[in-house]
């Protein structure tokens, strides 16, 4: 089994316009989408499509052939797959990014007890030869709305993915839109290591860094974590809530996320607050 867990330290550091730091523990999910029948099968703590303690569902992630908000270019998705998997060859092939034969590796959460949060979940994808090839750092902010932002073969160099590029996306409403998020992204192997900087105007404002330690991925780990991370999701969405009470307490700016729908650009699921102002598409067409 290439699945596994990993047993990680979250840091956020704002560095302006006041300093804000915390760390926290959690673990995460390193899972081969071809091996989700097989610990479906193997594993009694861990579902696939089905509920269980920890519930992998496949509509939770990657929703291609969905409508985009504010959509750049506008364009017709291909028909899109059901499986997750096919998902992502399928969005990564409209961006010229060829993976047949190839490998994806999802660094997530599922469901826990049914509840599902993903702060960021990441997608590394490897050719027939198992080189890195593509990665995908999907975003999900409280709204439940989602962003990818795929890094391609150009983006690799040294083992590392690397790329700048702008957010368009309302994740934190101490953040404005007009940041770019860099990208520092190291395939997983016995350790994990992710890491997404925010600049603005070219200054370095906020660090989020994801370090973890591979573990096996058994009933006993799962058990274990259980209890040591007990209902990890729900304590993510909290810990998410209570910083911002913290930082709303230190005076930082604060953006509403309605004040600006047409900066937000390319995102899945829109909220209510921003819905109105989707842009129309054309319809989808097979694609064979």
Request: a positive charge.
């Given at each position: 089994?290439n699945?596994?867990?990993?047993e990680c330290?979250v840091l956020h550091h704002r560095?302006?316009?006041?300093s804000?730091r915390?760390v926290?523990?959690?673990?995460?999910?390193a899972?081969?989408?071809?091996e989700l029948?097989?610990?479906?099968?193997?594993l009694r703590?861990?579902?696939?499509?089905?509920a269980n303690?920890?519930s992998?569902?496949e509509q939770?992630?990657?929703?291609?052939?969905?409508?985009?908000?504010?959509?750049s270019?506008?364009?017709?998705?291909?028909?899109?797959p059901?499986?997750l998997?096919?998902?992502?060859l399928?969005?990564?092939?409209?961006?010229?990014?060829?993976l047949?034969?190839?490998?994806v590796m999802l660094?997530?959460l599922?469901?826990?007890?049914?509840?599902?949060f993903?702060p960021?979940?990441?997608y590394?994808?490897?050719?027939?030869?198992?080189?890195p090839?593509a990665?995908?750092?999907?975003v999900?902010?409280?709204?439940?709305?989602?962003k990818?932002?795929?890094?391609?073969?150009?983006?690799?160099s040294g083992?590392?993915?690397?790329?700048?590029?702008?957010?368009?996306?309302?994740?934190?409403?101490f953040?404005d839109l007009?940041?770019?998020?860099?990208?520092?992204?190291h395939?997983?192997?016995?350790?994990l290591?992710v890491?997404?900087d925010?600049?603005e105007a070219?200054?370095?404002?906020l660090?989020?860094?994801?370090?973890?330690?591979?573990?096996?991925?058994?009933?006993?780990?799962?058990a274990?974590?259980?209890v040591?991370?007990p209902?990890i999701?729900l304590r993510i969405i909290a810990l998410i809530?209570w910083?911002a009470?913290r930082?709303?307490l230190k005076?930082?700016?604060w953006f509403?996320k309605a004040a600006?729908?047409?900066?937000?650009?390319?995102?899945?699921?829109?909220?209510?607050?921003?819905?109105g102002e989707?842009t129309?598409q054309?319809?989808?067409?097979s694609k064979?």
């Amino acid at each position: 089994m290439n699945s596994c867990l990993y047993e990680c330290h979250v840091l956020h550091h704002r560095f302006s316009p006041k300093s804000h730091r915390f760390v926290y523990r959690l673990f995460m999910f390193a899972l081969d989408l071809d091996e989700l029948d097989a610990l479906h099968r193997g594993l009694r703590l861990f579902s696939f499509n089905r509920a269980n303690a920890y519930s992998f569902r496949e509509q939770d992630f990657l929703p291609a052939g969905e409508p985009r908000h504010n959509a750049s270019p506008p364009m017709a998705p291909a028909a899109t797959p059901h499986g997750l998997k096919a998902r992502v060859l399928t969005y990564l092939a409209d961006r010229d990014i060829d993976l047949t034969g190839g490998r994806v590796m999802l660094v997530t959460l599922p469901r826990v007890f049914g509840y599902l949060f993903n702060p960021v979940s990441f997608y590394f994808c490897f050719d027939r030869t198992g080189r890195p090839v593509a990665s995908i750092a999907e975003v999900t902010n409280t709204f439940k709305e989602m962003k990818p932002f795929v890094l391609g073969p150009a983006t690799h160099s040294g083992g590392t993915f690397s790329l700048r590029l702008p957010k368009y996306f309302y994740v934190s409403p101490f953040t404005d839109l007009d940041v770019s998020f860099d990208f520092t992204l190291h395939p997983p192997g016995e350790k994990l290591s992710v890491q997404i900087d925010d600049y603005e105007a070219g200054q370095r404002t906020l660090t989020s860094a994801l370090t973890g330690v591979r573990q096996p991925l058994t009933d006993a780990r799962l058990a274990w974590f259980s209890v040591k991370y007990p209902f990890i999701t729900l304590r993510i969405i909290a810990l998410i809530h209570w910083h911002a009470l913290r930082l709303y307490l230190k005076r930082i700016p604060w953006f509403a996320k309605a004040a600006r729908p047409d900066a937000q650009r390319d995102l899945y699921r829109p909220h209510a607050s921003i819905a109105g102002e989707i842009t129309p598409q054309p319809s989808t067409a097979s694609k064979a």
